[in-house]
């Protein structure tokens, strides 16, 4: 892979990475699809706290104090595909890759019509294959081939958007 075609991919990257913060702006509104009618009220306040709380913390950027609230939510209520999103969401941003694919796959599996965690679990990915390409780039050329072929896929991938 070229220099041109490496920086026309990143500058896609980017693109989408500022799409989807633009996109993130906005709170979700939070529905517990956990079923459990026997929360009281007070709980539910609760977990709305440390919801919020979260949200406040991811705004903030301060993406560890935001990973610990939502943990604390999701202990509360563990099958909120709400929390788990955005304890994902913290993840990623921690680069903790694989508890976030877990986690997006727990809220998708909850709640399957779910335009953010798809999103995010998308972003997720892309984060993961640069990653990989940074370990690649480690290898020096012993990984030459392999660095062009994730280039290329990354590449392609890009073009289909």
Request: glycine fraction near 6%; charge should be negative; proline fraction near 3%.
């Amino acid at each position: 892979m070229n220099k041109k075609t490496l920086f026309c991919m990143l500058v896609v990257l980017g693109l989408l990475a500022g799409r989807s913060q633009a996109s993130g702006t906005s709170a979700p509104q939070m529905q517990s699809d956990s079923g459990n009618s026997g929360n009281s009220a007070s709980q539910n306040q609760v977990e709305v706290s440390l919801y919020q709380q979260g949200l406040e913390a991811t705004k903030a950027n301060d993406f560890e104090k935001a990973r610990d609230l939502f943990q604390q939510a999701l202990d509360q209520d563990p099958y909120n595909p709400d929390i788990l999103n955005m304890l994902a969401h913290s993840q990623r941003k921690l680069g903790k890759i694989d508890d976030a694919i877990d986690n997006y796959r727990k809220a998708l599996n909850i709640r399957p019509d779910f335009p953010e965690a798809r999103e995010y679990l998308g972003e997720t990915y892309v984060q993961a294959a640069l990653q990989q390409l940074d370990i690649l780039k480690s290898y020096g050329d012993s990984a030459k081939e392999e660095i062009e072929d994730l280039g290329e896929a990354l590449a392609d991938a890009a073009k289909k958007i």
